[in-house]
């Protein structure tokens, strides 16, 4: 079955490094999404991306943060200068379109600022 | 603006029995999708249920079955025959209706963390 790969699993960095998060989407979904799950807490909307642009981003979404989507098949997520408070699981998801959305979540990161 | 609301932080339930986790939300819109993920311990989201806000039925897959009352707006998801395995926790989720600023967002509920018992 199609797999959303995420890597890497897991990632600590020191405060106010740029970290790069690296999703490969389904290859025949057109929406992706970021979510972020601070521990123990619920999942959180980051941003949406669709057509090579971004479609709605929440207010998490600072101008810290940006997505791209390089070469058509990896779908990344940067931070540019982490905090503390970026500590959390992230998870990439992506769907298909119709009516039965079919979002698929990857297995996370989870970025460790310290 | 939609709201998901999961009331039990923690469920206790003993193997082989059946266990209801409560959802519900807040739209008014009409059309919109409801689902449930399982997370285990090991972090990764795992799709269990959909149901569309239009469905006339309750939808099911294998041992999880959803209990959809659209008047109450309420979609819990039922576990038959509790196993082990299934201790993890457990999110209820809402796509809002599509719409020219819709982007196919997820919005979660709190979750609600579930231990069998053997």
């Known amino acids: 079955e199609p797999e959303v790969t995420q890597t890497p699993s897991h990632q600590v960095t020191q405060m106010g490094q740029e970290v790069i998060l690296r999703c490969v989407p389904i290859?025949?979904?057109?929406?992706f999404y970021w979510y972020r799950q601070i521990l123990g807490q619920k999942v959180e909307f980051l941003v949406s991306f669709y057509n090579n642009e971004i479609s709605e981003k929440s207010e998490i979404f600072d101008d810290q943060f940006s997505v791209e989507r390089p070469d058509g098949s990896n779908f990344t997520l940067k931070i540019r200068s982490t905090k503390l408070e970026d500590s959390a699981m992230y998870f990439c998801a992506s769907r298909r379109d119709g009516l039965f959305y079919g979002y698929t979540f990857g297995s996370g990161t989870r970025l460790t600022v310290v | 603006a939609q709201k998901i609301t999961q009331t039990q932080p923690g469920m206790f339930v003993q193997e082989k029995e059946a266990v209801t986790l409560d959802c519900t939300y807040d739209t008014s819109d009409q059309s919109y999708g409801l689902f449930w993920y399982k997370q285990p311990s090991s972090g990764e989201m795992i799709f269990l249920i959909y149901?569309?806000?239009?469905?006339?039925q309750n939808a099911t897959e294998g041992r999880y079955s959803l209990n959809f009352q659209k008047a109450r707006k309420s979609a819990n998801l039922v576990i038959s025959a509790s196993q082990l395995g299934d201790s993890a926790m457990y999110f209820c989720?809402?796509?809002?209706?599509?719409?020219?600023?819709?982007?196919?967002?997820?919005?979660f509920g709190q979750g609600t963390t579930l231990q069998v018992k053997p």
């Open positions: 149901q569309g806000s239009y469905d006339e």
């Open positions: 989720a809402m796509r809002p209706p599509r719409g020219s600023s819709n982007t196919g967002k997820l919005i």
């Open positions: 290859s025949n979904h057109l929406y």
